[in-house]
């Protein structure tokens, strides 16, 4: 019997750091259950390279992850919205269908020393996967 997954959008302003961490996280740890994708509204382009080391201390990284603008992933039906910054709750996009919208708000690491990113991993996977899980697996 084939496992239908339920997709998952974490949607920030850049696509650099606090959504692609997000997609990583939800993608290891319910990958047999959730598809994550992650997007910014105005999508810088790159991720931040603090960003993809902490994914690949913790064996969470992939080739494929990349920042992308909403327009990429807006052909694929959601089940799941988040929002994990205040730019992107504001201006986050009405999507078809009864697709449920949360935000669970992060602060964001750019810029910032490598310890902010190990900050930023630490609460996405505590606060945001839980909250995931029980929307869409319970």
């Not at 974490?10 to 994708?37: D, P």
């Not at 913790?58 to 080739?63: F, G, L």
């Not at 992308?68 to 992933?73: A, F, H, L, N, Q």
Request: proline share 4%; aromatic share 8%; glycine share 6%.
């Amino acid at each position: 019997m084939k496992i239908l997954k339920k997709n998952v959008l974490i949607l920030c302003t850049g696509n650099s750091c606090r959504s692609i961490i997000a997609e990583a996280l939800l993608n290891k740890e319910f990958g047999e259950f959730i598809k994550a994708y992650s997007s910014g509204v105005k999508a810088s382009g790159k991720v931040n390279p603090n960003a993809k080391k902490i994914l690949e201390i913790n064996d969470a990284w992939d080739e494929n992850y990349h920042s992308k603008v909403i327009e990429d992933v807006m052909n694929i039906k959601y089940d799941l919205v988040v929002t994990v910054c205040d730019n992107a709750k504001e201006s986050c996009p009405i999507f078809p269908g009864n697709t449920k919208v949360i935000h669970v708000g992060f602060e964001d690491p750019d810029g910032l020393e490598f310890d902010a990113f190990c900050k930023t991993y630490s609460l996405i996977k505590n606060e945001l996967l839980p909250i995931v899980s029980q929307e869409l697996l319970e």
